[in-house]
């Protein structure tokens, strides 16, 4: 009888697309997040949690990614007895789940109904360096105002949300197009009808930043050159057809009311084109109004990424400031948020339509932001660790965690194995912890114990001389009586 196989042991890795946040990523996003939560809930928005499960059926077909089974969605049939069960999926955003929860709670929500949701969504995308599978998102969407004043507070709340979590003033700009106004280009062109070429069109136009006008021109009409020397074929316009769309590119100008004049110029006699640019108008006299200026909110119509899911303005929160990329070369951050008013998501569920805005902030990317510019640590402080000298006097280590742990100060006590002290400490830097608490025999007689400030010992190891050993000793004894009292004292000249 042939002998059965010895069972292969499971390989411990992720799957590919996706990675393990330990805990000062945690920590980090946690209080990023919170904060942002705190902006949205002075704006009046209650928090929503939706199931991280939606049927297929809910959750639509908006994903681009169409290589992918279930058009990159991660999902699967529930086993039935007939083999008819559900298709259900990972929600792929915070948006969809927001549409299906409307339209079920609808009778017992206010209307307009202003939520935030915060929280992992994932997509069966194809992975690369600094794609993953799954992410987080932080949505804010107001649902049921058709208004504008929606959109404009949607727009200021973005920007108090960027200073709040430390992203200064003149470091980021929001800025707002509108896809009516692209329509009413589309209107002009003769293009509405002609879904192919239309397409081609939009496809061309997010193009923009990366070719620049003539680029723009030349895939428009008879096609162009790229980078590597390959032909490109043009949409097949004539100069005339596409002399709307580059209008509508080129018209940003200084003063926000000629930017408005370029577009009404670009649209020509489209009614749908004019109540865009007038739509943006109002969010323009309303941001000013509030005092949000064209330094921190202004109407660009190069936005144009995305216009083919929303029906009205569309939003993005872009930071100015210059990063080192990987290569070391100087370039701008770019975008951390994205957003706009889409009308007819509910309708999908209701079959009426429901004006909805709101806008999705990009986590990962805000904390890279963050600690880019110095708002955040690059790692976290870890606990006050309180070494074990005696493991037969646990108790008395565990009675100096307590009170330390009641005055609000993190602190943990060394539970591996205690017999070599250097290893203790070993651990303590592991953990990046601020400070060791050492009470052995002597001390526990003498009423003592030994702090040692692990900050101050590793700055005075790099750089001091022996003289400022001295003066700045890295290890003090107080009174058993003034542990708390002096961990605090030594935390807060750290700045912990």
Request: charged content about 25%; glycine content about 10%; proline content about 4%.
């Amino acid at each position: 009888m042939a002998k059965a196989g010895k069972q292969p042991r499971p390989k411990a890795e992720t799957p590919k697309g996706f990675r393990d946040y330990f805990g000062p990523e945690v920590t980090q996003r946690t209080e990023m997040l919170s904060s942002i939560a705190a902006v949205y809930h002075q704006y009046g928005f209650d928090a929503l949690e939706s199931s991280a499960v939606e049927t297929v059926e809910s959750l639509g077909k908006f994903l681009p990614d169409v290589d992918r089974p279930n058009e990159g969605v991660f999902a699967w049939q529930e086993d039935e007895d007939d083999g008819k069960g559900d298709w259900l999926a990972l929600r792929y955003d915070l948006t969809a789940p927001l549409a299906r929860v409307y339209a079920q709670h609808r009778n017992d929500l206010p209307t307009p109904y202003r939520r935030y949701a915060m929280g992992p969504v994932w997509r069966n995308e194809k992975p690369g360096p600094g794609r993953f599978r799954q992410f987080y998102q932080c949505d804010a969407d107001t649902v049921g105002a058709a208004n504008v004043a929606a959109d404009a507070e949607i727009c200021a709340m973005l920007s108090d949300t960027l200073e709040r979590v430390g992203i200064p003033r003149g470091d980021y700009i929001v800025r707002v197009n509108n896809r009516k106004v692209l329509n009413g280009i589309l209107e002009t062109m003769g293009l509405v009808d002609d879904a192919g070429r239309r397409d081609a069109v939009l496809r061309t136009i997010d193009k923009f930043d990366k070719v620049g006008e003539s680029g723009v021109q030349e895939l428009l009409t008879k096609g162009r050159l790229d980078a590597s020397g390959a032909f490109i074929d043009g949409v097949g316009l004539s100069e005339d057809q596409a002399a709307p769309v580059l209008a509508f590119l080129t018209s940003k100008a200084d003063e926000v009311a000629t930017t408005l004049r370029n577009l009404q110029g670009a649209v020509g006699q489209s009614v749908t084109g004019l109540e865009g640019v007038q739509e943006l108008e109002t969010i323009a006299e309303l941001m000013t109004a509030q005092g949000y200026n064209a330094d921190r909110v202004m109407i660009d119509p190069s936005v144009v990424r995305g216009l083919g899911y929303y029906t009205g303005p569309v939003f993005e929160a872009e930071l100015t400031f210059e990063i080192l990329d990987e290569k070391g070369r100087r370039r701008q951050f770019g975008s951390v948020s994205g957003g706009g008013r889409y009308d007819d998501l509910v309708k999908r569920f209701t079959g009426q339509a429901v004006p909805a805005t709101g806008i999705s902030i990009g986590v990962d990317r805000l904390l890279a932001a963050l600690q880019a510019k110095g708002r955040m640590a690059a790692e976290v402080q870890g606990p006050v660790v309180v070494t074990v000298m005696d493991r037969d006097r646990m108790a008395d280590y565990q009675a100096m965690v307590g009170e330390l742990r009641q005055a609000g100060i993190r602190a943990e006590v060394y539970l591996g194995n205690p017999k070599n002290f250097g290893n203790q400490l070993k651990y303590a830097d592991k953990r990046n912890s601020p400070i060791a608490v050492i009470e052995g025999g002597n001390e526990k007689e003498a009423g003592i114990v030994q702090i040692k400030d692990l900050i101050l010992g590793a700055k005075i190891a790099e750089n001091a001389t022996l003289e400022e050993w001295k003066e700045r000793p890295s290890q003090i004894e107080v009174p058993r009586t003034q542990l708390v009292e002096k961990v605090r004292e030594i935390l807060d000249g750290q700045g912990g």
